[in-house]
């Protein structure tokens, strides 16, 4: 495990820009794993403008989500798809047939996952993949549970996972209570991870993920075992770090 310690916010968005933009450099035709959520969006945005300085080109990169939620069409503004369009995928010269997300109108959960490993498979996995942290340790949507799960499932939200999301919805009631989500084998997978945390509400998840026991319970310590696992964060988010 490698950490990248940042000032703030802004400059750990940077540092994570800059890793991902290495990728696409150095691998023009790469597979980027992505998230969604607050987290990536000031990297995205720093990508962007290295897209617009002409520093970076898109046009052979291929991307991956990490999750979306059940129920959702891609012209729900809270849809994931949604929100890669509005915050990376609109603004770069990233061809959008390569981009992919979980199919949130595919009733049959069997079937969805199904469908998205075999997108992964085909493109041969992730080069490098993007984390966010939730504050009970969920990478993707992958809540603490009794073991690691595989490959793409349909998760059931915990009620913490619900209750934070909710402020993007008019009600309680509009909240998605379930998602399809990539398991934590697929994420393992990717050749590169880099987890980028920030804040200082993130700081105690980050202790006990990074520097605890591994555990599904806290499923993001599973990546304390990745050959090639970049934290980055900023000093409020390291600050409990030994």
């Known amino acids: 495990m490698k950490i990248i310690k940042a000032k703030d916010y ?31 969006i000031g990297t995205y945005e720093s990508l962007i403008e290295r897209y617009k300085n002409g520093d970076l080109d898109f046009s052979q990169v291929s991307s991956i989500n990490l999750d979306e939620y059940k129920g959702l069409s891609p012209e729900n503004d809270q849809s994931y798809r949604y929100f890669m369009n509005e915050h990376l995928f609109n603004h770069i010269n990233i061809d959008k047939n390569r981009t992919h997300v979980p199919n949130g109108l595919e009733p049959d959960s069997e079937k969805a996952c199904g469908d998205y490993n075999k997108i992964i498979n085909d493109h041969g996995g992730i080069d490098l993949q993007l984390l966010g942290l939730g504050l009970n340790g969920h990478i993707g949507f992958n809540e603490p549970a009794d073991v690691f799960e595989k490959e793409t499932h349909c998760v059931d939200l915990t009620q913490s996972t619900i209750d934070a999301n909710s402020r993007f919805f008019a009600s309680m009631d509009e909240v998605p209570k379930q998602a399809y989500t990539m398991g934590i084998k697929t994420i393992m997978q ?53």
Do not use: W, Y
């Open 190 to 242: 990717a050749k590169k991870v880099v987890l980028l945390a920030t804040g200082a509400g993130k700081a105690e998840i980050v202790k006990k993920a990074f520097f605890g026991d591994v555990t599904p319970q806290v499923p993001a310590s599973i990546l304390q075992l990745h050959s090639d696992f970049v934290l980055v964060g900023d000093e409020e988010a390291l600050s409990l770090i030994p």
């Open 10 to 40: 802004n400059a750990a968005s940077r540092m994570a820009a800059n890793i991902i933009a290495a990728q696409v450099i150095l691998k023009p035709d790469c597979v980027l794993g992505l998230a969604t959520g607050s987290t990536p």
